[in-house]
């Protein structure tokens, strides 16, 4: 039940007590943010050299690809997501992170699945579905995991001394439910009994991105609600907006992302044009409400590294949502083309990466009880980071469209255009540069974890740190 | 505030919509979708076992990546085309004037012949036609001697035979020998005469036009076209005008497949209609081998891992199944390449890609400016 209790719990105090699940998954969060980027650049090498590893029927282009966008996605945005979600809910709600353990064990699972789906695509276990093609055994396990850790973040909100809902605790309790219902939906009608025909493509369709705009939208925008003000030190210019948002994304962002063209009865293609249209509401409500609120007390006033982050991931999302209304209208030229591949990253790392990694230099430090070592290297990796995403999305983007142009043109079309190509190239460079920023900022972490933990822990979490640190690739 | 209720139903209220859209309702309907079957035709059909296999190495290879499995098409307009004329002379006419289709304003040389067309296969159709030798002076037979008179050639005669459709033979006979024509069809005529009644018709303009032409009795059909309009939709006529696909894929193109691999890249071409488009194995294990040996420039990894490679004895010849070059020559000089399993299973699904022209629901369009493949070497 909920307690009408003033006596909350000390801030200190409730980051004590979530400390080793939030570490656990920031610290994984960062180790998959480094193997998708390398998994990325790899696969990005074949339009140098085609012929590259083409001879190890495991490393096929395919494979590496399918394994990037996973780890990616469930391996980064799942764990950051999760670690974000646990942290802040527990913040918000003024509570000790209840079954801390579970949650740990949750996390465990969740990173034992992803490490499965990525392996299972390396041996050709996906399943062919387009943005979601992990393999079915791997959802399995991803569902528990998710499940252990959605467990003790609900019982934390159940709980909570603070009966007030925050505009991030919305957002964060509904990434909790959309994530299970898709993982479930996926399960079942990609894996047990599968859709027939051009249904898995709107199941497909509906589950990417529920995951990507809904998903890792409602936490990238808890965290962008929750820093913002924070940091400036004044609240949210409305509360009103915020709710509008938030309903808008969570009722619009399942039908988003089917194509002009698509092989599906004509009323899906129609649906899904009329919500990418409507997206203007909660992407207008998103907007106004941040810039007030910075207009109030500008960003750049501020040198504080965190809302750097923000502040990129809120021009990512703004751009990202921009190309998602203008779809009707775009999809004809940009699809199947490298555009999309651009502005997914765009959304995925840009908006929900930054937001995170925002997030984990705010955080981070607060559970481990010491500032970062090395502040300039994560103003660096902050500089990097910020280069490598225009580097890659803008020639992808123009690469794109050079491309759409010769898709949709007369000729023949039996290869990627050279502007195309050209423009990959250049974008490999980006990718490079975001790989570099994901090493550094993994590097400041596991030495942070590496040489304060050990103070403020009792033996079991010492063992518990040493373990979560080998997983992260530390020597201890 | 505590509204923590309120906030979960809106939550699970706002997830249920989309679900229910995109996932539930999709799923329900492609449950109920059965292939189409016209007498000998039944499409979709299950692929072979060595396809379905094949299907399993596109998947597992992640071939999905770079190749889609869709055609787009854009816009099409209909024109509507008489096919027969039915029994029912007043009500046709009328329907025609109603319209706007015919006997409005007849300034056009070609529509008077064809109003004569229908006129006269209605004649054909009417209780006048037994009169003709009994009672070749009444007034109607005149005037349809008259019309007769306009078509000077046999094919015309043999249109106004067609659209008549007469059932029963001995009309036959009769309306033949008016018509002057031989009592047995000459040649290979199609055995159905058109009239195009309009042009560059919407679909709803072509569907009440339809209706009314039904309603009196008459046969009509609708021909879709490329429509020539420069919106949004107009880019996506550029795959059935690369000749990826005869016409736009549909639902039930998809009914067997399992995954359904529409794709969302196109790195490479579409391979929707791959199988129609090359259905030259030879030249698929040769492209799987060395992409490069048939497009210069092409970024497609090559497949080696699926063929066998041994290295060739003096003097030794290459067997049947080796995997040439364009000019015969083993792709490996000095070696002999051999598809492995994988391989047979890969070329036996790319070969089972078609898309024909067969389902109602997407017929191809007419008139197209199909342009052949550049010749590669």
Redesign the interface.
Known sequence: M?KENNSAPAPAVIDAACRVPVLLLFGSALLWLMTASALGVLASF??HV????????LF????R??AAWTAMLFGFGGNAALGITLWMLARLCGMELKWPNVAALGAAMWNIGVTAAVVGLFM????????VDLPMYAVRILLLGGGLMAASAGLTCYTRSD???YIST?HL??GL??LP?VLV?MYL??GVD??????????V??ATS?LTQ?WLGMVGLASIYYFVPKILGCPLYSRQLAQLGF?GI??????LGVH??????AW?IR??DF?AVLFVLPLLAVWWNIQRTVTIRPFAKSCDLTLAFVGVAWWSYLLVGVFTVLQ??LS??T???LA??AIRHLLVFGFFGMATIGAIHFIVPRLVGADWDCQKCLRWSFRFAVVGLLLYVVPMVYGGVA?GGV????G?????P?TA?NGMRVAFLGELLMLLASVMVLFNFARLILTHCCDCCNPIEILKMARAAREKGGVE | ????PE??A???V??V???Y???WT??S???D?LPYVDGETVYPRDRSGLAKQGAEV?????????H?Q????GEVEYHLLLTRTGNNSEALIGALKDNDLMFVDSNGTEKKVDEAKIELSLFLNSDDLNATTKNPDKPEIQKARELLDQLKDEESREDVFLLAALAQEKDKAIARKFLGLPQTMKGEKSQRASIELAGSLTWDEAKSKLQALKNANASAMLEPRKANSDN??A??W?DV??GWGLR??????????????????????DLAHIGERRSDAAWHYRHLYK??EI?E?????????LFNKRMLKEGEALGADAVTDNNGKSIEPGYEVTPKPFAHALVAYLLSLRQPDVVPEAPAPKQMAT?P??K?K
């Not at chain 1, 025909?197 to 709107?202: C, F, I, M, N, R």
């Not at chain 2, 596109?58 to 770079?66: P, Q």
């Not at chain 2, 736009?248 to 071409?269: C, E, N, T």
């Open positions: 909920i074949n339009f085609p012929s590259f590893l083409a001879d190890f029927p096929t282009y395919g494979h690809a399918s050709g276990d996906g399943t062919g579905q387009g943005g009966s007030e809902l919305w309790v509904g439910v959309v219902w939906t009608l990609l599968t859709a027939r025909g051009v249904a898995q493509y709107s199941v369709t509906w529920s809904v309903y969570l009722v619009l962002g399942g039908f002009v063209g698509a092989p599906v009865p899906i649906l899904s919500a009707p209208w004809v030229h699809h199947f083309t999309t591949v491309q898709m949709n043109g007369g023949e079309y039996s290869n990627l050279p190509l | 505030m505590n509204r923590t906030t979960l809106g939550i699970l706002a997830l919509l989309s679900w859209a995109m996932v999709p799923a309907q492609q449950k979708l596109y998947r597992a290879n992640g071939c999905y990546h770079c889609s869709q055609v787009r098409q949004v939709q880019a996506l550029s005008d690369k736009r894929s549909v639902a039930r193109d998809y009914l067997f497949d399992m995954p359904a691999m529409l794709g969302d890249q196109r790195i490479g071409p992409p490069r497009h420039k092409s970024v497609m990894p090559p497949y080696t891992f342009r493949e550049k590669t």
